[in-house]
């Protein structure tokens, strides 16, 4: 097994040093470029929901960790931010327009 870390400010500002560590170790493994370009989507969604809402409105750490075992690649994000559990929101109502909602 291998383990690698970045710890790093939770802020928008460093989202391209996120993705450059995660490239940086996906590239390694010769991991496809579809395959990247969807994990950097990932990457993106969760590490700026973290920057955005965790620490909200102060700023705080988030850890990026990637462990590989056995050809097994498998991204860890963790912070001690406010935690968020999307289905404690009730259901947006469809019936409304895109900007209603």
């Known amino acids: 097994m291998s383990m690698r870390e970045l710890d790093i400010e939770a802020k928008t500002e460093n989202l391209d040093q ?6 940086e170790e996906l590239e390694k493994y010769e991991c496809g470029m579809k395959t ?3 994990i950097d989507i990932a990457v ?5 929901n973290i920057a955005h809402y965790a620490y ?7 850890t990026i960790r990637i462990e590989v075992t056995d050809g097994t690649v ?3 994000f963790i912070d001690n ?9 009730e259901d ?6 895109a900007e209603e909602r």
């Open 36 to 38: 990247q370009m969807q």
């Open 92 to 97: 947006p109502d469809i019936t409304l327009s």
């Open 18 to 23: 996120v993705l450059a560590f995660v490239d």
């Open 74 to 76: 498998s991204l860890t």
């Open 44 to 48: 993106e969604e969760i590490f700026v």
């Open 56 to 62: 909200n409105p102060a700023v705080g750490k988030a």
């Open 81 to 89: 931010g406010i935690p968020y559990d999307p289905l404690a929101n």
